[in-house]
């Protein structure tokens, strides 16, 4: 079981996660679980304040140090299990699947919801393992980084899709996007469904969708495209 701890200011942003599709599925299961962490129960004040100005003047608030860490030791005791702890932030490292698959791996992952102007330095530099971005724009926070984060660590793991196949023949995962796919009626509005996926035909369609996927590559992210052809330099031109 892979133990989620969300530590965030929000913590009703996440009750629709519980509730709907794979998650709940994965929780039902007992393949994950979550536990959200209210940092404002951390406050070292009764009003809750967790956040302060920036020294040397500036716009914007900061999440203080204090708070942060007493969040993060209640997390990790509350387990008693190797945690890693992860910042999510802009300035992160971007998400790929290829971290995807080593995140599955880990037994206790707590996530910092930043919200503000970030949080104090001192908190990342000594209690962060890992910082990272799901892309190169600015949120109001970390809580729908961590949804993302959570969502799709969870649907890697091997059990909690249905169907397996399905996992397999995502996009990215063998190095390119995925082929059109199509589905009732066989026509409509004059466009027809390719003939070659209604022969029956299995090797012919394997072949057909290979090759979608990698000309629907090269037109949509052409940059995963020199990757793939490195990875298989020996056969692409056959394919």
Not at 81 to 101: E, F, M, R, T, W
Not at 110 to 124: N, S
Not at 146 to 162: E, H, K, Q, Y
Not at 206 to 229: D, E
Request: hydrophobic share 35%; net charge positive; glycine share 6%.
């Amino acid at each position: 079981m892979i133990q989620f701890s969300i530590i965030t200011i929000f913590p009703n942003m996440f009750d629709t996660i519980f509730q709907y599709g794979i998650i709940k599925k994965a929780i039902q299961k007992k393949i994950i679980n979550i536990n959200i962490f209210n940092l404002r129960k951390y406050s070292t004040n009764k009003k809750g304040t967790v956040d302060d100005k920036v020294y040397g003047g500036g716009s914007g608030m900061i999440i203080m140090f204090l708070p942060l860490f007493k969040a993060v030791q209640a997390a990790k005791k509350s387990l008693n299990k190797k945690s890693k702890v992860i910042y999510l932030s802009p300035q992160g490292k971007l998400l790929n699947y290829q971290q995807i698959k080593r995140f599955i791996k880990k037994k206790h992952l707590i996530f910092i919801c930043g919200r503000y102007k970030g949080i104090d330095e001192r908190f990342i530099k000594s209690q962060v393992d890992e910082e990272w971005s799901i892309g190169d724009y600015i949120l109001t926070g970390g809580e729908l980084p961590a949804m993302i984060f959570i969502d799709t660590i969870t649907r890697s793991i091997p059990g909690v899709l249905n169907n397996k196949q399905s996992l397999h023949e995502d996009s990215f995962i063998n190095g390119l996007l995925d082929y059109p796919n199509y589905t009732r009626p066989k026509k409509i509005n004059n466009f027809s469904v390719p003939s070659i996926l209604l022969s029956g035909n299995h090797k012919k369609i394997k072949q057909w969708r290979l090759k979608h996927a990698i000309k629907n590559t090269q037109l949509k992210k052409p940059k995963m495209l020199i990757n793939y052809k490195k990875l298989n330099k020996k056969n692409f031109f056959q394919k």
